[in-house]
């Protein structure tokens, strides 16, 4: 049976209640934090930072953080975040002049790597960078707000990105983020996914515990 994590993102907690928010969430079944990461450069919006991060880790929080640099450029941040707690970091190709480098800085420093590619992003860049990748996360909407509508042509990337980590015979988890709602999480994940990051499809609810429950046995469903 395969292994599924459901990770909740951040963008769309309560923010002034950010620590309780992100234990609550964890409580009602949430495996891991994302943590999107904004620069109002590379992406027109502007949100979470390094120190949020550590408070995190200094409110108690113990599971995994996903940290996804929307930030251009990377490196200087890569260093800082892995200091403050991250497990995962994640960038876009499109940010760092040096590929290769920066995952091996984000390795260097401790942490898991990661590469997100945008809807209209080639995925050739794994040719060259998928022996070094923890998780490959695939945009299933354009970066830079949440509550956006998941673009259905994600799909067919994500297929064909499934198929090319299944080649390389390398674990790496890969996850979609974007639009990610109990009535499309089964057909996402029969495309190839095992990470759904989600954020107003649990945030915006009342009970967290049971927006998650529903997406796990809608998960149940899928071999």
Request: glycine share 8%; proline share 4%; with cysteine.
């Amino acid at each position: 049976m395969r292994n599924f994590l459901i990770a909740p993102s951040l963008l769309s907690a309560n923010i002034a209640r950010l620590g309780e928010e992100a234990k609550s969430v964890l409580q009602a079944g949430g495996d891991l934090l994302h943590l999107d990461v904004m620069d109002n450069h590379y992406v027109p919006n502007l949100t979470f930072g390094p120190l949020v991060c550590e408070a995190l880790r200094k409110e108690g929080i113990t599971a995994p953080i996903d940290v996804h640099l929307m930030v251009n450029p990377v490196d200087r941040l890569i260093k800082d975040f892995a200091q403050a707690g991250a497990t995962y970091i994640t960038f876009h190709p499109e940010c760092s002049h040096h590929v290769d480098r920066s995952l091996e800085l984000i390795h260097k420093n401790g942490c898991k790597a990661g590469l997100a590619i945008n809807p209209a992003t080639s995925l050739d860049w794994l040719e060259y960078t998928i022996d070094k990748l923890d998780l490959l996360l695939i945009m299933s909407v354009n970066p830079g707000f949440g509550g956006q509508h998941f673009i259905p042509f994600t799909l067919k990337k994500l297929q064909k990105a499934r198929q090319l980590i299944n080649e390389s015979g390398k674990e790496i988890i890969l996850a979609i983020d974007g639009g990610i709602k109990v009535d499309n999480i089964a057909t996402v994940a029969s495309a190839g996914a095992d990470m759904f990051i989600a954020g107003s499809a649990i945030f915006h609810q009342h009970h967290y515990a049971d927006i998650i429950n529903q997406m796990r046995r809608q998960l149940q469903q899928v071999t």
